[in-house]
């Protein structure tokens, strides 16, 4: 873990005496910057003085919020998009050409492996999508082209963990290759990913860095000649991060290792509840020694985050039932808020699949993802065990 990431958290990559000393950095709500005289542009262009010029571009408040995030990843440079999307999209097409080959973990986020399947060969490059957890089978799956290696840790639902050291091991055979995690599920206070080897780290700040299910955002981490493309193509697409929307992330920021030392300990102990409850038919953390990356997470990370995914023991009628007597847990995707969210895979993600397709990716019937808030746990547990009773 990294050292006082707490108080990096309140003061990191914030200016110390801000705009009329204002102990918080301000929303800067300014679509252009303007230029005072033609000396002001001359040294601007002649990159003889920093400053701002159009939205598209940069912001402070902005600026503000990515040098934060570089500080409590890790990392050189940090670049804020509208959404984790937009960020894994940017990235992909920066790094990647006509005649590339990548590969990506077969249980990445739907939407990237979409992007990834569907859209990425129309721009000629080609992918594979490998078992997250078969080594052997992402080297076999490498070619002379390939480019870039995508993978997330932990997984969702199923929590799987990457093994960042066998992973730099393969990767130190192919120097060509760049790694990029999604690292939405760990967040920089349980994992630190550039430190186990990957190139590029990418988060949907949508979750737990921004943690009050208010905003949509992404980042991208890593060296600054890497960040700095992802930059210049950034500014050509757009997908920018609006100054407000940065205020509340650099807002969630200052409690983001508070919660998520709460959040560790919530989950661990709903995890725990589940796995020993009679009406559970198979509790997935990887905090718990059943799950099948217990020795690697318990290695590579400091902690296992607040998402907790279990089977009911009954079917799609009892899974409804559960759902619906539920009181105080939200149903709804996303993940990393205060508030306790619960979704149903088969109904929700996956309701354009027949059964027989999600059954195939594993997404059972009774399988549900709960991603455990700030609320006192006591009363996420009463409310999870009331509803249970209803099956
Ligand atoms: C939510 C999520 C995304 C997409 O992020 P948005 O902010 O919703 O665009 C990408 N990857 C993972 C692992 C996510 O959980």
């Known amino acids: 873990m990294k050292k006082n990431l707490q108080t990096d958290c309140i003061h990191g990559g914030e200016d110390r005496f801000k ?40 912001n402070p408040t902005q600026k503000a919020a990515e040098r934060k995030l570089a500080i409590l990843e890790g990392a050189e440079e940090a670049v804020l998009f509208a959404s984790g999307m937009s960020a894994i999209i940017n990235t992909l097409l920066t790094v990647l050409k006509n005649g590339d080959h990548m590969i990506i973990t077969d249980d990445a986020y739907g939407k990237t492996l979409s992007f990834c399947k569907n859209w ?20 076999k799956a490498i070619q002379p082209n390939t480019r870039l290696f995508f993978s997330e840790s932990p997984t969702n639902p199923y929590l799987n963990i990457m093994n960042f050291s066998r992973l730099r091991e393969i990767k130190s055979r192919y120097p060509q290759m760049i790694v990029v995690s999604d690292s939405t599920f760990a967040t920089p ?12 780290v990418i988060h949907s700040a949508t979750k737990y860095l921004a943690g009050h299910n208010d905003i949509l955002a992404g980042v991208v981490l890593g060296s600054a000649e890497l960040i700095q493309d992802i930059v210049n193509f ?10 407000h929307c940065a205020y509340l992330l650099l ?46 997470a318990k290695r590579e990370m400091n902690g296992y985050g607040s998402v907790v995914s279990f089977e009911l023991d009954g079917d799609i009628d009892a899974s409804n039932r559960f759902l619906d007597n539920l009181k105080l847990c939200y149903i709804g995707p996303s993940l990393g808020g205060c508030e306790t969210l619960i979704t149903h895979p088969a109904t929700v993600t996956y309701y354009t699949c027949t059964r027989e397709e999600r059954y195939q990716l594993g997404i059972l019937d009774n399988l549900f993802r709960l991603s455990v808030g700030l609320e006192d746990t006591e009363d996420i547990i009463e409310d999870l065990d009331n509803a249970m009773k209803a099956i």
């Not at 300014?30 to 990159?47: L, M």
């Not at 950034?234 to 100054?243: E, H, L």
């Not at 959040?263 to 020993?276: D, F, R």
């Open 120 to 139: 990425l060969p129309k721009w000629g490059i080609d992918r594979t999508v490998v078992n997250m957890s078969d080594y052997d089978a992402i080297e």
């Open 251 to 296: 807002r969630g920021l200052k409690t983001f290792s508070v919660r998520m030392e709460k959040l560790n300990k919530a989950g661990e102990e709903v995890a725990q509840w589940l796995e020993n409850h009679p009406k559970i038919r198979r509790c997935y953390y990887p905090a718990l020694a059943s799950h099948p990356h217990h020795e690697v």
């Open 189 to 200: 206070f349980n994992q630190r990913p550039l430190e186990l080897g990957a190139d590029i």
């Open 19 to 58: 705009p009329h000393d204002s102990i918080t950095t301000p929303i800067i709500q300014s679509s252009t910057f303007v230029f005072r005289n033609s000396e002001e542009i001359r040294r601007f262009t002649q990159k003889e003085h920093f400053r701002y010029e159009y939205g598209r571009y940069g």
């Open 234 to 243: 950034q500014k050509i697409m757009g997908g920018v991060i609006d100054p």
